[in-house]
């Protein structure tokens, strides 16, 4: 299993917990693989210089880590191998590493002696380059009559290939989100003659917490107690998981702000209750969580009088990391921002983190912060700062963001058809940066949500163990038709416990919480609970 999470975890007895709790449920979640889909595909170009150097130019989320594992490849150290990462259309996840496109074009020119381009087609991003992976997940909640819980009980079934394992967190988020005395998560892979899954915006957290917020809500349901209330008289004054105080938890405030923003007083809780014409109306509500994090990072900055030169080998996949590590650096140093330059997306740079878990702007922030305060403490005309030795020393437990989806759906009576009328994120992310990048960060995660709980899946051949509709006109993600009226606002949170600017990962969070949103609503507006993602008309139609 993963090395970053154990594979199981137990308090409790969660059997007998279980056995005598007045009222519970049990239920199993699936949702099948999915494709990350990038705008830009996987592409490289690969040149070898006269003295034996290795040039890349390739679309990825961590310039340095692909220079090291190219390098090893072809028996060279990693400064022997120049990876240059300016501008990058969108990774998800799928470029965090070293994907075949970078190996075949060095390959490639290795060979012919000449610079070789190479550009995956669409079709083939569905099986050279990773995939979310397909979950079952049972989950067993026990409570009181009044909806307290007694026990959680998580197992969680992923796939991994036969030749390389990679085991997703799936069930972990349950064991931070809610109290209750006994508990127990598991994980599970099942070794297949397949490509190997790789990240996926959220891995773990974006299908677990489907299951975790689909099962509350039926647990509410349950209980008869409203969905938000029920999470609220289980809101942990510690981490559940590990006793230890929250550095800043405000998800409550999420769900009432939420709610109130949303409109969601007076919702009558029995399902089917409302139509208007051939539409049946639900509206549904889910928490989400993600980890804060922050990795070790070197960032340089120099003066040349005119202007500041601020250097790290980070990568800006579409998140607006240039204009964060601007500001950044301009509130560090003092200076307006237009006496700023940021050098990013190349491994000859002080070596940076990768571009993922939501751990970017925490990471290379840290590291600019600390070469920037180093200048103008200090003077002269240079400095640099490895934030290794902090980072490395820094308390884990206790740091996560938090937020509240909240969705309204519309479901056609005769064909089944399912419209988000309405989505809407409330955020607890610390210290917003930049609200313009950060809202596209949060909209993007929730239309990627929308995909998960209505459109996307991949199909497989199991003969051949290949994807069959890999292309873009089969595999169905939303466009702007599907996209009606969508939202997002946060909280004035602050925590300088975890970095220098109180921030918190805002890249992943949206996707979180959000397809149990809408499950939740297609389930109020109709009475049918899709447990089977996506939520395709052909399953809704036999209840209706």
């Not at 990391?321 to 200076?335: K, P, S």
């Not at 993922?356 to 702007?361: L, N, Q, R």
């Amino acid at each position: 299993m993963n090395p970053a999470f154990p594979a199981e975890t137990s308090s409790g007895d969660v059997a007998a917990a279980l056995a005598e709790a007045p009222v519970s449920v049990d239920v199993t979640y699936t949702t099948p693989a999915l494709h990350n889909n990038p705008m830009e595909p996987h592409a490289t170009i690969a040149l070898w210089s006269g003295d034996g150097d290795l040039v890349l130019y390739d679309s990825n989320q961590h310039p340095a880590g692909v220079a090291a594992t190219v390098g090893e490849l072809f028996g060279l150290p990693p400064e022997r191998v120049h990876v240059v990462t300016e501008h990058v259309g969108g990774g998800f996840g799928s470029k965090g590493t070293a994907r075949p496109n970078a190996v075949l074009a060095a390959m490639a020119a290795k060979v012919t002696g000449r610079p070789v381009k190479l550009a995956l087609p669409r079709q083939a991003l569905f099986s050279m380059v990773g995939h979310r992976t397909p979950t079952i997940q049972r989950v067993r909640l026990g409570a009181t009559a009044e909806g307290v819980l007694t026990a959680t009980d998580h197992e969680a079934l992923s796939q991994s290939s036969r030749l390389f394992e990679f085991a997703e967190q799936t069930a972990v988020s349950t064991r931070h989100m809610y109290a209750a005395p006994n508990r127990r998560t598991t994980h599970r892979l099942a070794r297949l003659d397949m490509p190997t899954p790789r990240w996926m915006r959220a891995p773990g957290e974006a299908p677990g917490m489907v299951a975790l917020e689909c099962a509350m809500d039926e647990l509410a349901h349950a209980c008869g107690i409203d969905p938000i209330e029920l999470r609220v008289r289980n809101e942990p004054s510690a981490d559940p998981d590990s006793g230890k105080p929250f550095t800043s938890r405000h998800y409550v405030e999420c769900l009432r702000r939420g709610a109130e923003r949303f409109g969601w007083r007076g919702r009558d809780p029995r399902p089917r209750q409302r139509r208007e014409g051939d539409w049946w109306i639900g509206t549904g509500v889910a928490g989400a969580t993600y980890p804060t994090m922050a990795q070790p990072s070197t960032a340089r900055v120099r003066d040349h009088g005119s202007h500041f030169e601020v250097a790290i080998a980070a990568a800006d996949i579409g998140t607006g990391a240039r204009t964060i590590l601007t500001q950044i650096a301009a509130d560090e140093l003092g200076v307006p921002v237009s006496r700023v330059r940021i050098r990013i997306g190349d491994s000859t740079l002080p070596r940076a983190s990768v571009a993922g878990g939501s751990s970017g702007s925490a990471s290379w922030g840290w590291a600019v912060t600390g070469a920037c305060r180093e200048m103008r403490e200090n003077g002269g005309t240079e400095a640099v700062f490895d934030s290794s030795e902090i980072v490395s020393a820094q308390e884990k437990e206790g740091k996560h963001a938090f937020g509240a989806h909240f969705a309204e759906v519309r479901v056609d009576a005769v064909t089944g058809e399912v419209r988000v009328s309405r989505l809407f994120g409330m955020y607890a992310c610390g210290r917003i940066l930049n609200p313009r990048t950060a809202r596209s960060q949060f909209l993007g995660g929730m239309v990627m949500g929308m995909g998960m709980a209505l459109h996307e899946e991949g199909v497989l051949d199991p003969a051949m163990g290949e994807w069959i509709n890999h292309d873009l006109a089969e595999y169905h993600i939303p466009a702007h038709a599907d996209v009606e009226s969508i939202e997002a606002e946060w909280l004035d949170e602050e925590d300088p416990s975890v970095n220098p600017m109180g921030s918190k990962g805002i890249g992943e969070i949206g996707i979180v919480g959000s397809p149990a949103a809408i499950l939740n609503a297609v389930w109020h507006a109709t009475g049918v609970r899709v447990r089977d993602l996506p939520a395709r008309l052909d399953k809704i139609l036999p209840g209706l």
